[in-house]
């Protein structure tokens, strides 16, 4: 009498259709259960909180300035309302919080599961690390690009609204506004997918952050626009393509002075969350757990 074998491995049974072992989770389930982990903390709330609330008050303070600064102007100045009215929108020291925010937050969305020792039990359930990654990945995207769109309109809106009673206001449609406004919206899904990178590479929670904000904020600070080579190493960090898109003038006039370009400061806003994401994919594949 012969006996029915299994072309698996030796003492193991085969899985039966349905069960969680010959079921392969879809991308979407992925996306679905990385969604749950991140709206199931606390924390994420409070921090988008914050990174919606300052920036908004940072343009109230801004705007606040120069209304009230606003008899002191010169006849130039008052005949030029864009050249405050745009930073008044999207003041760089409310949008520094964002990049903080968004790169903590997805620094954490990895670096927080090492540290807990819960990565174990994911790749237990999803073998895939590299679409679970990418899971993260697409959730980091959708709700800080969400979070950065109610911080952009929301900061614009307040600053015009003050500027309006010294009739300083710029129009959306003014010549470089736009720019500005998806700049100011898309900083934040740019600095939480480098978060993201960085939070794999290092695996830790507190090391990643001082990381993050030192590559993203104080780096570039070490690089002046004074001299060409410099100028180019201090252009290609994102911090500083979002002070160039913010802007709807250039100081390329200036003699010695080297501004970035705005082909490169959009470039800086894709090469760096497509090379941290590539980047989390190649390592969770070819690093233990």
């Not at 600095?191 to 794999?200: D, E, P, R, S």
Request: aromatic share 10%.
């Amino acid at each position: 009498m012969s006996t029915v074998t299994s072309p698996g491995r030796a003492g193991t049974a085969p899985a039966l259709p349905g069960t969680a072992a010959s079921v392969r989770p879809r991308f979407l389930d992925l996306v679905g259960a990385e969604w749950i982990k991140f709206r199931s903390l606390r924390s994420t709330w409070w921090t988008l909180l914050v990174a919606i609330l300052v920036p908004w008050g940072a343009a109230a303070a801004a705007a606040m300035a120069d209304y009230d600064n606003w008899p002191n102007y010169g006849p130039l100045e008052k005949a030029a309302p864009h050249l405050f009215a745009v930073h008044d929108s999207w003041p760089l020291e409310g949008y520094v919080v964002v990049m903080l925010a968004a790169g903590a937050l997805g620094a954490l969305a990895m670096a927080g599961e090492y540290g807990s020792g819960l990565i174990r039990t994911t790749t237990v359930a999803v073998p895939a690390r590299g679409s679970v990654v990418l899971a993260k990945a697409v959730v980091q995207a959708a709700v800080w690009t969400a979070a950065g769109w109610v911080c952009a309109l929301g900061s614009y809106a307040i600053a015009q609204g003050i500027l309006s009673g010294r009739h300083a206001t710029i129009a959306l449609g003014y010549a470089g506004v736009p720019r500005a406004l998806v700049a100011a919206a898309t900083v934040a899904p740019v600095c939480a997918l480098v978060g993201l990178g960085i939070g794999t590479l290092v695996r830790h929670a507190g090391g990643t952050i001082g990381i993050l904000a030192f590559v993203v904020l104080l780096l570039p600070q070490f690089f002046s626009q004074t001299k060409q080579w410099s100028a180019d190493v201090r252009h290609v960090f994102p911090v500083s393509a979002f002070g160039r898109l913010t802007e709807v003038w250039t100081a390329s006039e200036r003699p010695g002075f080297y501004p970035a370009t705005i082909t490169g400061s959009w470039l800086d806003y894709l090469v760096w969350p497509l090379a941290a994401v590539l980047l989390a994919v190649w390592v969770v594949r070819r690093r233990d757990v």
